[in-house]
């Protein structure tokens, strides 16, 4: 495997994270994410095909609480923060488009 | 009246009348107003609030009504805490404006405990970071020297402690994020184990790493906001229940005894710093050493992969929790996006900042398809045996003693530029996170700089009891903690 990551996977990445860059922003992570990844690399001296990966530190299972109804946030305290709204709902630009018949 | 300020002195002046918390609160208050503008420490403060605070614990001590175990405290709080009060920006553009609906439960537990809250201070953007240069809103500098910078990144909390600008303050650490600031600062700072104390009111960073943690100027006032902060929330699915690990009298197990202590150290550890923390170290081993203790020499052969697996976990975890910053719920939105995927993504692109957008992208990386066995698998697995390295440590001694950081306090800017070598100045605190156990940091010295030296001690999980005893051991036969910044 390459340790480098070359402009174009830069770009993809950049994509799945929703992430607007620009030209220059995008050239400056190109290379300063290559030299992580390259170091990254170390881990692969490793011999690792007999080990357990371990997600959590602690044992952690499962929680459950009695499916009760108890009070949440509210309309209101939940709209509170929304960058735009209307009426009990957050809005958002059009998703569909007019003619999409949905 | 604020001169070496701590936590069980003045809770006791002030539950005894002798000092009032409206008086203390006020005269800090004042000394933010004079000094906070060339320190940067707070991003907020709540002058009102607080004084209203504390006036209503004087009200409830003249009426001699019980007050809680930090009644009228003036404490102040990192801000990836959510509060109701003010806002909580975690540093970053993106939430500049969020106004949080709720308390946070360390934040619960703090005002149920009568405590004044001061403010809200500076951080590393989302706490990713080592200097809190991230922070997308201000500037900190470190109190001991104003061209250097005050770890990170909980920097503000260290700061404001350092400067006497609060009595002790909330951090998180992620990677070192209470320990090297409190290291860098010259104050005590402790990581918690994993589960220990509930996130929830926490903003995520990495969810499998991330632990809040007091930050003080001396280890006694460390055991008082622990036992606080302590203890099961079921708010958070990884809050431990206390069938599992109950929670100790932490002020009772600092007042015992401790026989045939065992000490492990790693000695390329020691010799891997910069000179004065190497001899720092060195000299608080043997301080021990001369009070009865046994050193023990350990290896820990997958320590130096730490770094690398915690740039994966901690990313990919990252890339995951800042999801669901939208543009659409909370946060900031672009006010040129045209349509609903540039809403996510110019809003994202604007309202982050450099640091943060590397780890989503390094994160993301990691988890996409074609890589995750390589980097988030692989990593997982060198988690297992950085545990197992603790573990083995842990069967030979009670504690594990090094350094914080490699060196003290850096210049503002020296590292700015390349992101990597950053990242390897936390060699010594990264481990801790990804093995779970608890971490305290104490002042240990100082560089011909008169810049402070941390010295980091390391126990199995649940064992923050131990570790503030042998502490404060060592607190008890040196000043370090007492030597104070001196600033106009």
Known sequence: MS???????VEQVAHLSRLDLTDQELDLFSGQLSSIVEYIQKLNELDTQNVEPLAHSLPVHNVFRPDIPRPSLGTEKALANAPDRVDDFFKVPQILDDNSGA | MTDQLTVFKLKQDIAAG??????ITKAILDRISRYDSAIGAYLSVFADKALQQAQAVDDKIAAGQPVGPLAGVPIAIKDNLCYTEGLTTCGSKILGNFKPPYNAHVVEKLLAADAVILGKTNLDEFAMGSSTENSGLQKTVNPWDKTRVPGGSSGGSAASVAAGLCCAALGSDTGGSI???ASFCGIVGLKPTYGRVSRYGLVAYGSSLDQIGPMTTCVKDAAIL??????HDERDSTSVSTETAAVPDYLIAL???VTGLKIAYVPQFIEQAEAPVRDAIKSALELYKSLGANLVEVQMPHFDYSIAAYYV???AEASSNLARFDGCHYGYRSPSARDYVEVYSKSRAEGFGAEVKRRIMLGTFALSSGYYDAYYLKALKVRNLIRKDFTEAFAKADCLMMPVAPSTAFK?????NDPLQMYLADIYTIAVNLAGVPGLSIPCGFDGNRLPIGLQIIGPTF???KLLRIAAIFESKTDYHLQKPEFK
């Open chain 2, 255 to 257: 007042e015992q005894a």
């Open chain 2, 179 to 181: 320990r090297q600031p």
């Open chain 2, 313 to 315: 976990i901690a990313t």
């Open chain 2, 226 to 231: 622990l036992q606080v902060l302590a203890g």
């Open chain 2, 18 to 23: 002798r000092i009032k918390s409206r008086e």
């Open chain 2, 412 to 416: 503002i800017g020296e590292k700015t």
């Open chain 1, 3 to 9: 340790n480098q990551i070359n402009r174009q996977q």
């Open chain 2, 463 to 465: 064992s923050e009891d």
